[in-house]
């Protein structure tokens, strides 16, 4: 088993709803998002771990932490994503996973061998928008198709949005919740300035607050 993993994080109250879990990042991204946080783990700038490390990570945290995120990056690029979430199955470890949503025959594989208790698939933008967000020409039909897998697959979901005023305004929000739809869980992260996209960002978790406070039926938090 091969998967280039970058850097992890012992305890997270926050990444997996309802488990303490550690954070596992993986290098190597499909996507060039403007804002992104972990562009030294989408360049592969991190020292890999090696799985005998990992492993001793994940066992000296046993006793404290019932999940693990595989986050990055982005992991769903890597081919032994599906060997390496058996194996932290059998640490008795649920496995959440992080994705972009590029990958439908990956997700396919990993929902009907049930390797993932939990997904959080990424909304980037209104599908005419997608382009200039992720710094690429991506074709967004694949990442309806991977929305729609989740939302058929029974397994725990939720989907984000990273919010910036300078890039997505409030209609394309509207347009983001439609995408989503009623029933189905949806965060929108605030955008803080990173190294590479330092812009000022107006929208505040109040003003977002306000902005979902009418929409009934819709399970939308703001973090």
């Not at 046993?62 to 995120?69: E, H, K, N």
């Not at 009907?112 to 200039?132: G, N």
Request: aromatic fraction near 8%.
């Amino acid at each position: 088993m091969q998967i280039n993993i970058g850097g992890v994080t012992p305890l997270s109250t926050i990444d997996y709803p309802g488990r303490l879990a550690a954070v596992i990042y993986t290098q190597g991204c499909n996507f060039r998002c403007l804002y992104c946080h972990n562009y030294r783990l989408v360049e592969k700038r991190e020292t890999p771990f090696t799985q005998d490390q990992l492993q001793a990570f994940l066992e000296a945290r046993r006793r404290i932490i019932d999940g693990v995120v595989v986050s990055g990056g982005e992991p769903t690029i890597h081919k032994d994503l599906p060997s390496f979430c058996a194996w932290l199955k059998e640490m008795g470890l649920a496995v959440k996973l992080d994705t972009n949503g590029t990958n439908p025959l990956m997700l396919r594989l990993l929902i009907e061998k049930r390797l993932v208790d939990f997904i959080a698939m990424d909304i980037k933008a209104p599908w005419e928008k997608y382009s200039r967000i992720i710094q690429k020409d991506f074709p967004v039909e694949i990442i309806k198709e991977c929305l729609q897998l989740i939302k058929e697959s029974k397994i725990a979901c939720e989907f984000r949005t990273t919010v910036h005023s300078a890039l997505l305004t409030l209609e394309d929000l509207e347009k983001i919740i439609d995408i989503v739809g009623p029933g189905y869980s949806l965060v929108f992260q605030i955008c803080n300035p990173t190294p590479k996209y330092n812009v000022q960002n107006t929208y505040t978790k109040e003003k977002l607050l306000n902005f979902i406070s009418n929409k009934q039926g819709f399970h939308i938090e703001v973090r």
